[in-house]
């Protein structure tokens, strides 16, 4: 007798499922990542130790990890508006540095002036978010009205805004007192977020956390969060049900670039406190990532970035216990693999063994 084996299509999979499967998915590519080490004459063991040691192992790897989470999860959230009506925002590098743009903007006149941190900090947010808006608009218009590929102009649109910054801060706005770094000056107290614990977190962490709430309450019981829902599953019924689709697109990327430009702000006022050309360790391409695998959920948006964050310390941490920085990348790499194949694989189907 011949035994029969499918992939099945789940439908309506809960979060609890899909937190469940991501937690295996995670253990498995340890798993297959911890081989690798070992085989490579390194304890596994050892790598595992320095990865949770690093991560999870006291208030200061905490507080590091959730620093790290927070811009991933700002990008994240934005991104999975986006992506939930058929765009694929690719543009979250160039929205987030022309955020720390819009930040540093108001940063330099209400800075020195010493406006308190009451005012001049949610004015550098709104203005990071209206620069990370306005520099999806181009790609989403294009999109809406001429049916431009928005992956094309929104992947363009972020060296742009790269070389932008770095023009600012290689002229105009370069700390004449930075010893000829190319840098902006560095931002006073009053347009910094407080610190929390005894590492690099800070206040800014309460931002993806809002936006996260506000996102599943707009998404669950708001007529933009419906009509969203319908573009994203079928654009020409949304037409036929009366939606304004051009209009619903156009708005889902302004959301989408502004939370990348608010993260921006977030960061650049939290941790680096100036202006430069490398702000990102490629946030936005690793938020396409998290959203992806958070179904664009935003409550798990959340726990995938802390999973990211954690992987990012934990590869720092492999590499300061001799295990060489390339073996913790493998590792990463691997948990990564079994994360975005068998993870996101069964979440969406199910293993259905039958006779034939």
Same mark, same amino acid.
């Given at each position: 007798?011949?035994?029969?084996?499918?992939?099945?299509?789940?439908?309506?999979?809960?979060?609890?499922?899909?937190?469940?499967?991501?937690?295996?998915?995670?253990?498995?590519?340890?798993?297959?990542?911890?081989?690798?080490? &070992?085989?490579?004459?390194?304890?596994?063991?050892?790598?595992?130790?320095?990865?949770?040691?690093?991560?999870?192992?006291?208030?200061?790897?905490?507080?590091?990890?959730?620093?790290?989470?927070?811009?991933?999860?700002?990008?994240?959230?934005?991104?999975?508006?986006?992506?939930?009506?058929?765009?694929?925002?690719?543009?979250?590098?160039?929205?987030?540095?022309?955020?720390?743009?819009?930040?540093?903007?108001?940063?330099?006149?209400?800075?020195?002036?010493?406006? +308190?941190?009451?005012?001049?900090?949610?004015?550098?947010?709104?203005?990071?978010?209206?620069?990370?808006?306005?520099?999806?608009?181009?790609?989403?218009?294009?999109?809406?009205?001429?049916?431009?590929?928005?992956?094309?102009?929104?992947?363009?649109?972020?060296?742009?805004?790269?070389?932008?910054?770095?023009?600012?801060?290689?002229?105009?706005?370069?700390?004449?007192?930075?010893?000829?770094?190319?840098?902006?000056?560095?931002?006073?107290?009053?347009?910094?977020?407080?610190?929390?614990?005894?590492?690099?977190?800070?206040?800014?962490?309460?931002? +993806?956390?809002?936006?996260?709430?506000?996102?599943?309450?707009?998404?669950?019981?708001?007529?933009?969060?419906?009509?969203?829902?319908?573009?994203?599953?079928?654009?020409?019924?949304?037409?036929?049900?009366?939606?304004?689709?051009?209009?619903?697109?156009?708005?889902?990327?302004?959301?989408?670039?502004?939370?990348?430009?608010?993260?921006?702000?977030?960061?650049?006022?939290?941790?680096?406190?100036? *202006?430069?050309?490398?702000?990102?360790?490629?946030?936005?391409?690793?938020?396409?990532?998290?959203?992806?695998?958070?179904?664009?959920?935003?409550?798990?948006?959340?726990?995938?970035?802390?999973?990211?964050?954690? *992987?990012?310390?934990?590869?720092?941490?492999?590499?300061?216990?001799?295990?060489?920085?390339?073996?913790?990348?493998?590792? &990463?790499?691997?948990?990564?693999?079994?994360?975005?194949?068998?993870?996101?694989?069964?979440?969406?189907?199910?293993?259905?063994?039958?006779?034939?």
């Amino acid at each position: 007798m011949a035994i029969s084996v499918r992939l099945e299509r789940r439908v309506g999979v809960p979060l609890a499922q899909r937190v469940l499967v991501l937690c295996a998915a995670v253990l498995l590519g340890a798993v297959a990542g911890g081989v690798l080490v &070992q085989a490579s004459g390194y304890s596994a063991t050892a790598a595992f130790g320095a990865i949770l040691d690093g991560s999870f192992g006291g208030s200061y790897p905490i507080s590091q990890t959730l620093a790290a989470a927070i811009p991933l999860a700002t990008i994240a959230l934005g991104t999975s508006v986006a992506f939930r009506v058929q765009l694929w925002n690719i543009g979250g590098e160039g929205q987030f540095t022309m955020g720390a743009f819009g930040a540093t903007a108001v940063e330099l006149i209400g800075g020195p002036a010493g406006w +308190p941190a009451v005012v001049l900090l949610p004015l550098m947010f709104v203005a990071a978010f209206v620069a990370g808006a306005l520099w999806a608009l181009f790609p989403a218009y294009l999109r809406a009205w001429h049916g431009v590929n928005e992956i094309i102009t929104t992947l363009m649109l972020n060296y742009v805004a790269i070389l932008w910054v770095n023009f600012l801060v290689y002229g105009p706005w370069k700390d004449p007192q930075g010893h000829n770094f190319p840098f902006s000056p560095r931002y006073p107290d009053n347009a910094t977020f407080a610190r929390i614990g005894d590492g690099q977190l800070h206040a800014g962490l309460f931002v +993806p956390i809002a936006a996260a709430i506000v996102l599943l309450l707009i998404m669950s019981r708001t007529r933009w969060g419906y009509e969203l829902r319908v573009v994203g599953e079928n654009a020409e019924a949304a037409r036929y049900a009366g939606i304004n689709v051009r209009r619903t697109m156009l708005s889902a990327m302004l959301v989408s670039g502004g939370m990348a430009g608010a993260a921006g702000m977030v960061q650049i006022a939290g941790i680096i406190h100036l *202006l430069n050309g490398q702000l990102s360790n490629n946030y936005g391409y690793t938020a396409i990532i998290i959203a992806w695998l958070a179904r664009l959920h935003p409550l798990a948006v959340l726990l995938v970035s802390v999973l990211f964050g954690a *992987l990012v310390n934990g590869g720092y941490a492999v590499s300061q216990e001799g295990i060489p920085q390339a073996l913790g990348a493998v590792l &990463q790499g691997m948990i990564l693999f079994f994360v975005l194949g068998v993870g996101d694989v069964f979440t969406r189907y199910r293993l259905r063994v039958s006779n034939a």
